[in-house]
């Protein structure tokens, strides 16, 4: 099934560019023909009903290298590390006792390398490769339900595409992910930005990662005193009720290196 799914994906790749391309050429759609980098940290924290609350911090970076006048490649990576509670995420082979919730803590490393198509009036279209690498520390008897160890290892695949309205995004995309090749998460996701200003952007998503529902909110800003070189964004995000509500919070702050660009344009061109 995963090497159908290879298939299609890389026989779509070429229609695509061919559709793209034969919309014409000017300069005005032309995207960034220079490299851009960014690098940022970033923090969350995850509240569970009936539950004690959890939450990471990270960092992550990100590549974006054109190809030709339409066609990118992109890089990213990131660590983190986890402080979580095990009860509903591990399994403990000498039991739980009642009301009794221990934490673990979790090493986070994860990556991917992925091919766009943008044109910079109308939208864009890419694949991408992803990988990670998820290790506990939770003391002898816990381990992770899928393949009975303390590591897993994730490989996947995205297809993502954005559609520019204006002053309005509307993107949407497709995850399929392996874990240590037993089981396999399908994730869709969809979302819709607004640029108040060309500086702050306002986005609503939603996704069905496990077969749950998730929504939230996002604010990002990127604030006129520090020369579009800095980025900051905080967010909101709930589960739906069919199983214990999860809150989260999100807070993270980007370096952007080389052009500057106000928000929109970067979005738009450069990321």
Partial sequence: MLRQQKTSICASVPAMLLLVIGQGVSAQDRASEAMN?????????????????SGDLGVRGAATIPLGSWLFASFKAGYS??????RDVLAH?????????????????????????????FGKIGVSYLHGELSAD???????????????????????????????TLAGARFSTDL?????????????SWYAMNNLKLSVYGDDLNDRDTYGVLIEHQPDFM??????????????????????ISFGISYYFGTRVDLKTRDRQYR
Avoid: H, M
């Fill in 37 to 53: 980098f960014e690098l940022g940290i970033a923090t969350r924290d995850l509240d569970t009903e009936d539950s004690t609350s």
């Fill in 81 to 86: 590390e986890s402080t979580v509670r095990t």
């Fill in 93 to 121: 082979a000498g039991g739980l006792e009642s009301g009794v919730r221990p934490s673990c803590g979790f090493d986070s490393l994860n990556g991917s390398a992925g091919l766009f198509v943008r044109r910079p009036r």
């Fill in 138 to 168: 939770c003391g002898t008897g816990s381990q992770f339900v899928s393949n009975a160890e303390e590591d897993l290892t994730t490989d996947g695949y995205r297809v993502d595409a954005e559609v520019y309205l204006g002053n309005f």
């Fill in 180 to 192: 240590d090749s037993s089981d396999k998460l399908e994730t869709t996701s969809v979302s819709a």
């Fill in 227 to 248: 020369g579009d070189a800095l980025g900051v964004y905080v967010g909101y995000a709930t589960t739906d009720d069919d199983l214990p509500r999860t809150r989260t």
